[in-house]
């Protein structure tokens, strides 16, 4: 049998208030959420979530631990994890601590490195390789979120100990935070880029000689 709609004045205005003040506080946290976006301009990416139960008198207690990068897609990037008892909070803590560990990469072209490099930690090693353009990302999951958030569009990586998310993530790190420019090189030698580099293949010999 069909139950008849509740008549009456206050039922009906305490119900548009509460749906008035849910509204409120969806559009206020919706505000939120865009101006933290559009404030930093940074880009997350959830690398791995592991449940943890530990065991106790009245049962098992599970904790859930995160693991994300976070980069501006411009040359910075940076990684975090949090550990929390619900999955959105955790989350949260690894995301701020990316945020606060944040390092800049030089890149080629604003695409690849400018060199090879390899880095280790703990078990884990990994190998970065330049790459032409077109190549695109060929790394494996943890290795691609960092590059994808860091903005390199062109790159060769391999993992060639531990496939823990963890540490193949702090020795890509590891691998980045070694690589440099050739401004860089030259600025710390006291010398120009050309005499690091030497003359370019297509450049005009005359040219070339005027110049020196």
């Not at 548009?16 to 849910?22: F, I, K, L, N």
């Not at 690398?47 to 065991?55: D, F, L």
């Not at 693991?67 to 701020?96: C, F």
């Amino acid at each position: 049998m069909a139950r008849e709609p509740r008549s009456g004045g206050g039922g009906g205005e305490g119900g548009g208030e509460g749906d008035r003040r849910r509204g409120r506080g969806r559009d206020r946290g919706n505000e939120n959420r865009q101006e933290r976006q559009d404030g930093d301009d940074l880009k997350d990416k959830l690398v791995t979530i592991n449940r943890v139960a530990k065991v106790v008198k009245g049962g098992r207690r599970f904790s859930f631990a995160a693991l994300v990068v976070v980069g501006d897609q411009k040359g910075r990037v940076g990684w975090g994890a949090g550990k929390a008892r619900e999955v959105p909070e955790a989350i949260r803590k690894a995301t701020e601590r990316a945020k606060r560990t944040m390092i800049r990469v030089p890149m080629k072209e604003g695409r690849t490195l400018h060199h090879d490099q390899i880095g280790e930690f703990g078990a884990g090693q990994v190998i970065l390789r330049a790459a032409p353009a077109g190549t695109g990302i060929i790394a494996g999951g943890p290795m691609r979120a960092v590059f994808e958030t860091l903005g390199m569009g062109d790159v060769v990586a391999k993992c060639t100990g531990t496939t823990n998310p963890h540490n193949m993530v702090k020795a890509t790190f590891a691998a980045l935070g070694k690589c440099t420019s050739p401004r860089a090189v030259a600025a710390r030698r006291g010398k120009k880029v050309a005499d690091l580099l030497g003359p370019r293949k297509d450049a005009d010999p005359a040219v070339e000689a005027a110049n020196v």
